[in-house]
């Protein structure tokens, strides 16, 4: 009977509580987990005993409250996926010519990386993978005779073994089909395909999933056969062992200096992620550059507007009697007014009614002028002290709700924990079925 009503307990909370979205704010590491035991742990420390009311009303709100507050600090956050905090600097790496060279931005000090991280690179090759081409071999024709055959290959310095049967009446296409699958199922890092030339024939193509050489080798892949008791003659008929192009590396230059890359994508100096897409003229090299992105910051701060007038939107939509949603609407607008004095002139305005709008083109402007994302340090000043209050609601989302003190703490006795303060929040859910 007890396992029936927790199986209820756990099915209607994961149906009408459990955010179906998961942020970037819920992946906690060590030292967050810490912070929130803190944090409760503090809280409890000088907590009265509340007497919370007994209706599902105002565990509702609070629940939903909480995730609220969950999902505002996760969007804020995942604006630009940084780690528990809110930042402005969007940068990006640009390139001269983007059909040649494209570049991307990796770095994580933007304001000092602008104008400074610049080189100019001529490529003179890309790196490509090692391709085999077959046999052409009349579709129709017989060339294997029946019985179990087997090939081995020799991949990123391990060998496999690969074995098939061909039957009374089996077609090269057939044998050649059949081949193409086994390869690709293997998932070696080798792929198959068949091409057809002129003629109608058909071949077996095989080509690497990676590109260049390592240090030491001399090709991507072999194809072999060896002693293992069953038929051969399979590589030599379908002629899988034959190289029509070998793998390279990619060459190119970098501020003068001659450079190789195993793959046409690479990183520069832990700032630049590179990708060659082309040759260069020798006489016309690419630059690469990195600038502040305007136009994702314009973004950022407009979503960051959005987010705020949401969650105040959606506390005023709170309208239950035992729930303190004016208090809660009241605190966030305030974070907001207190920061308002020293956004004004980035076009956000705080409206009569606790929401904020934003004049885009005084907001271009403001962003254009900026020399660095310093002079913008209200926006992001703003954005802090919103994830600072995301979490204050999610450790103790139960003060918005109308409780009653049923005992103040001693203030002459020792600060302990009370074990019972934590569970307010999580045993509400559960007084239903126990």
């Given at each position: ?135 052409f071999l009349p579709k129709e ?41 086994l390869v690709n199922r293997a ?123 949401s969650f105040v939107s959606d ?120």
């Open positions: 009977m007890a396992s029936i009503s927790l199986n209820g307990a756990y099915n209607h909370f994961t149906q009408d509580y459990v955010s179906k979205d998961v942020t970037h704010a819920d992946t906690h590491r060590k030292d967050e987990l810490r912070d929130v035991y803190k944090s409760i742990a503090k809280i409890n420390k000088n907590s009265p005993l509340y007497l919370l009311p007994n209706d599902n009303v105002s565990r509702d709100d609070a629940i939903i409250i909480k995730e609220r507050a969950r999902r505002l600090q996760g969007n804020i956050i995942g604006l630009n996926n940084q780690e528990d905090k809110s930042s402005l600097d969007h940068s990006s790496a640009f390139t001269t010519d983007e059909d040649k060279v494209s570049a991307t931005y990796i770095g994580k000090n933007p304001d000092e990386d602008i104008g400074t991280v610049i080189f100019d690179m001529n490529v003179s090759s890309l790196a490509t993978a090692q391709e085999n081409t077959g046999r024709s017989f060339g294997l005779s029946p019985g179990d055959y087997a090939f081995d290959v020799r991949i990123n310095n391990q060998e496999f073994e690969f074995q098939f049967s061909i039957y009374q009446g089996d077609r090269n296409i057939e044998v050649q089909q059949k081949i193409e699958r998932g070696i890092g080798l792929s198959a395909n068949l091409i057809e030339d002129s003629e109608a024939r058909t071949a077996l193509f095989l080509t690497s999933t990676r590109t260049g050489l390592r240090s030491g080798e001399s090709s991507q892949f072999e194809i072999y056969e060896t002693s293992s008791g069953l038929n051969k003659g399979s590589v030599a008929h379908l002629g899988l062992d034959r190289v029509s192009a070998p793998a390279s590396n990619a060459h190119f230059t970098l501020n003068g200096e001659e450079r190789a890359a195993v793959s046409n994508k690479f990183i520069i100096g832990g700032k630049v992620e590179i990708q060659l897409k082309n040759v260069t003229n020798e006489n016309e090299p690419v630059t690469v550059a990195v600038k502040r992105d305007n136009e994702a910051l314009k973004r950022h701060i407009c979503e960051l507007v959005n987010n705020y007038n506390a005023s939509g709170l309208k239950d009697a035992k729930f303190k949603s004016d208090k809660l609407r009241s605190e966030m607008i305030t974070i907001a007014k207190q920061n308002m004095a020293f956004m004004e002139d980035t076009g956000i305005k705080l409206e009569g009614s606790g929401l904020l709008s934003i004049d885009t083109e005084l907001l271009s402007q403001a962003i254009s002028s900026a020399e660095s994302t310093a002079s913008l340090e209200p926006v992001k000043k703003f954005a802090e002290a919103l994830i600072s209050k995301t979490k204050d609601i999610s450790v103790d989302p139960m003060k918005y709700v109308d409780r009653h003190v049923v005992n103040y703490k001693n203030p002459d006795s020792k600060d302990t924990t009370s074990p019972y303060i934590t569970s307010e929040y999580s045993g509400m859910m559960f007084n239903n079925y126990c």
